[in-house]
C-alpha cells in the first residue's frame, strides 16, 4: 500500500482515502485546505481530523491505531465514585459551547500552547450554530469547572478537546458525556489517539480499518430524539 502526504484542492469534501497516512508521522494524511464546515464535515465523515501547531500549515491526520471508548465499557475506578458520591456537579448539554472551546484553548501549566487557534474557534463554532458541534458542560455553584466538546456523526461522538478548572473534573465530563450518550443510542466515541489520561478510563485502541468500519454504519444511524437539545440533565 502506498503512503503519501497530499496537498488538499478547492474541492472541499474531497480527501485521500485515510489508508494512504503516512506512518511517521503516524497519521498524516493531508495538507492545506481550509476550516469550513462542508470540509470539516467531509473530514469527520471519513475518519479524518485536522491538527496543527499555530504556525504550522492545516494538517489533516488519521492514525493507525485510533483510539475509541465504547460508552458501556468506560472505566469509572473507585475514586471517581467516590468523588462523584461526595461533591454534587450540574451537568449540562450545548448551554455555554463558546465558553468550552474557549476554555479547552487556554494556555496550560503542562503545555507550552495550544493547538486551538482563533480560526479553529471560529470554525469549530460556526459548526455549533449548524447543529453539529456539541460541549458537555460541568457545573459546581454556578461556575463553569469542566467540559468538553465534539462532533456528533450519527451515533459516533468524536471528541475533540477537554478541559478541567478542578481536580477530576476532566473525568466528570467525560462519564457525563458516557452516561448520556449510552442512554441515547450512542456507540462509540473517537478519542483519536492513546493518552495516559484517557488509559485511565478504559480507552481501546482499534486497527484503523476497524475504526472505519465502524464509522461508516454509525454514520448513517440516528440518535434517539433529543440527545443533543440543550438542556441541563440528570445522570
Known amino acids: 500500500m502506498s503512503c503519501y ?19 511517521e508521522p503516524n497519521g498524516l ?22 491538527w496543527n501547531e499555530p504556525h504550522q500549515a492545516l494538517l489533516w491526520w488519521s492514525p493507525d491505531p485510533r483510539g ?16 462523584l458520591r461526595r461533591h454534587s456537579f450540574d451537568i449540562s448539554i450545548n448551554r455555554a459551547f463558546n465558553q468550552v472551546i474557549t476554555a479547552c484553548a487556554a494556555p496550560r501549566p503542562t503545555a507550552s500552547g ?18 453539529h458541534a456539541h460541549s458537555i458542560e460541568v457545573w459546581q455553584d454556578g461556575q463553569l469547572q469542566a467540559g468538553l466538546y465534539g462532533i456528533a456523526v450519527g451515533r459516533l461522538f468524536c471528541g475533540e478537546s477537554m478541559f478541567s478548572r478542578i481536580d477530576n473534573g476532566a473525568k466528570v465530563a467525560m462519564w457525563a458525556l458516557c452516561r448520556h450518550f449510552e442512554c441515547h443510542d450512542g456507540a462509540l466515541i473517537d478519542c483519536q489517539m492513546q ?16 475504526f472505519l468500519a465502524a464509522l461508516a454504519t454509525l454514520r448513517q444511524q440516528p440518535l434517539r430524539k433529543g440527545c443533543w437539545q440543550t438542556r441541563s440533565i440528570s445522570l
Do not use: C
Open 114 to 131: 495550544t493547538w486551538i487557534s482563533s480560526e479553529m474557534i471560529a470554525a469549530y463554532q460556526a459548526l455549533h450554530r449548524l447543529g
Open 5 to 23: 502526504l497530499t496537498q488538499l484542492d478547492d474541492e472541499p469534501t474531497r480527501f485521500p482515502h485515510p489508508k494512504h497516512a503516512l506512518d
Open 29 to 50: 494524511l493531508a495538507i492545506g485546505g481550509d476550516l469550513s464546515p462542508p470540509r470539516l464535515l467531509a473530514a469527520y465523515h471519513n475518519g479524518i481530523f485536522p
Open 68 to 83: 475509541v471508548i465504547v460508552p458501556s465499557r468506560l472505566h469509572v475506578g473507585r475514586s471517581l465514585k467516590k468523588f
Open 195 to 210: 493518552n495516559s489520561f484517557l488509559a485511565t478510563l478504559g480507552i481501546e485502541e482499534w486497527p484503523r480499518s476497524q
